[in-house]
């Protein structure tokens, strides 16, 4: 079954951090890019970050220098390690993959930054 599965989410303090993590199944996972875009109410869904299959990256100016995304061939995952939460990351997290036509999202994940 193909399909890419969200986890870390949840409440975290401003400033605080959380890392998510998105495992894949069913796919050749080294051969796909991968992302994570978030959907934050009443906004368009947005890409966060991106990791390319040879390790590429490339991020949103809104959280350069806070987010590293990051994967692992081996265990068909991508991470996003979160730090510096501002209450404006408050969003639902989506997983992505695509190799060339092909494009897989997650079920997604809530994010919420809040005192």
């Known amino acids: 079954q193909v399909q890419l599965v969200e986890s870390g989410g949840g409440l975290v303090q401003p400033g605080g951090s959380l890392r998510l993590s998105c495992a894949a199944s069913?796919?050749?996972?080294?051969?796909?890019?991968m992302a994570w875009y978030r959907q934050a109410p009443g906004k368009e869904r947005e890409s966060v970050a991106i990791i390319s299959s040879d390790d590429n990256t490339n991020y949103a100016d809104s959280v350069k220098g806070r987010f590293t995304i990051s994967r692992d061939n081996v265990k068909k995952s991508v991470y996003l390690q979160m730090n510096s939460l501002k209450p404006e990351d408050t969003a639902v997290y989506y997983c992505y993959a695509r190799f060339r036509s092909a494009t897989i999202w997650g079920q997604g994940t809530q994010v919420t930054v809040s005192s």
């Open positions: 069913g796919i050749a996972f080294s051969i796909f890019s």
